[in-house]
């Protein structure tokens, strides 16, 4: 009977926090695609830029703001549940059959870490593909010379020249931020398209002024033949804009932990500071922790107080809380990145301090 008794506890609690949560997600994600919708139409008839366009680049960020929003829906949702077992008496005839505070809680938890899993392979996989198609769309809008080609990478003309990279990177330096081309083709054409010369670089990057290659080999054909010549670097003479490039770059937080990962290697092998890409990689990979640390923390609030509280009440206390946490976790991260601290450590301590002020109240209030 007692295990019955707890599967029911489960079960009410769980339905209540999952309806509430499914209805506040749906609701917050669709206002954010919304709004982007209404940006995406101040482009329309640029550079053949439609309503059709704005529309599918909607769909295909929806997956990451459904990735983005979750917290929140969580939080909020899990209030809204709670409360409003508390505003029934629910919670009270439950605590009246001898559960705990934080058995009550972790009903609701467990649904969220259910539901965790799924949005972390979505945030993994139909989240950054969707991501890469929109960048593709707002660089063909910026620039009708430019385009993305999936796992052929970044193609341009730039005159009598084809360029092609096959990755690239922002790049943050203390006085500006700029972005690197890696494994870069360069085909220069003849007027009848044959090409007379293929230049190859290990990377490039603009410097502020011109663009400057590295660990070049060029290959020059003519009448007499093929000369191949090499060098460390080298100047290269091209009208890319890189302010375009920048803005096409896929933000760090958007990438999946696969591509950060192989980023902050590339960094690290050239003596570089992974800085974004780690702290964006750890930021990904503590998500379902800090979730479900946060969503913990909130649960407090749908006791006591809460049940003579109505609707727009839970609402706000939801929200203080994501924005607290928002700047809580930012203002570590920044501190962390300022005086050296780990990104591991940085991202972490936010959650360990959620969870420890969760433990003693749990601790201290049954």
Same mark, same amino acid.
């Given at each position: ?72 829906? +969580?939080?909020? @949702? ?26 009550? +809680?972790?009903? +609701? ?14 945030? %993994? ?24 080609? @999936? %796992? ?34 360069? #085909? ?19 410097? @502020?002024?011109?663009? /400057? ?87 407090? #609030? ?37 005086? @050296?601290?780990?990104?591991? /450590? ?21």
């Amino acid at each position: 009977m007692a295990a019955l008794r707890i599967r029911r506890v489960d079960w009410l609690v769980g339905t209540t926090v999952l309806g509430a949560m499914l209805t506040v997600w749906l609701v917050i994600t669709g206002l954010d695609a919304v709004f982007q919708f209404l940006r995406q139409l101040g482009n329309v008839g640029k550079n053949g830029y439609t309503v059709t366009n704005a529309v599918v680049y909607v769909l295909v960020t929806f997956p990451r703001r459904l990735y983005e929003m979750f917290g929140n829906a +969580a939080l909020i @949702g899990g209030l809204l549940g709670l409360g409003g077992l508390a505003a029934t008496n629910e919670l009270t005839a439950l605590r009246a059959c001898g559960l705990s505070k934080l058995r009550i +809680a972790a009903s +609701a938890v467990g649904v969220v870490a259910i539901l965790v899993v799924g949005v972390v392979i979505l945030g %993994e996989t139909a989240a950054p593909w969707g991501d890469q198609q929109a960048q593709a769309m707002q660089l063909r809008l910026k620039s009708n010379n430019v385009g993305l080609g @999936g %796992e052929s990478g970044l193609w341009a003309r730039d005159g009598d020249r084809v360029i092609n990279a096959k990755g690239w990177m922002a790049k943050h330096t203390a006085t500006h931020s700029s972005v690197q081309l890696h494994d870069v083709r360069v #085909f220069t054409l003849t007027p009848d398209g044959q090409v007379k010369r293929f230049d190859w670089a290990q990377t490039a990057e603009h410097d @502020g002024h011109q663009w /400057v290659m590295s660990k070049v080999r060029s290959t020059t054909i003519d009448d007499a033949g093929t000369h191949a010549t090499t060098a460390d670097r080298q100047t290269w003479d091209s009208k890319l804009n890189p302010q375009v490039l920048e803005q096409s770059v896929i933000q760090p937080q958007y990438l999946p932990m696969r591509d950060l990962r192989r980023n902050i290697a590339y960094l690290e092998q050239n003596g570089q500071n992974p800085g974004v890409y780690a702290s964006a990689f750890w930021t990904r990979a503590l998500y379902p922790l800090n979730v479900l640390v946060l969503v913990l923390l909130a649960m407090p #609030f749908s006791f006591g107080t809460l049940r003579s509280g109505g609707l727009g009440k839970r609402m706000f206390i939801g929200m203080l809380l994501a924005i607290g946490w928002y700047f809580l976790q930012k203002a570590m991260v920044n501190f962390g990145t300022v005086y @050296g601290v780990p990104p591991l /450590v940085a991202n972490l301590l936010p959650a360990v301090i959620l969870a420890v002020i969760a433990w003693v109240y749990f601790r201290k209030h049954g």
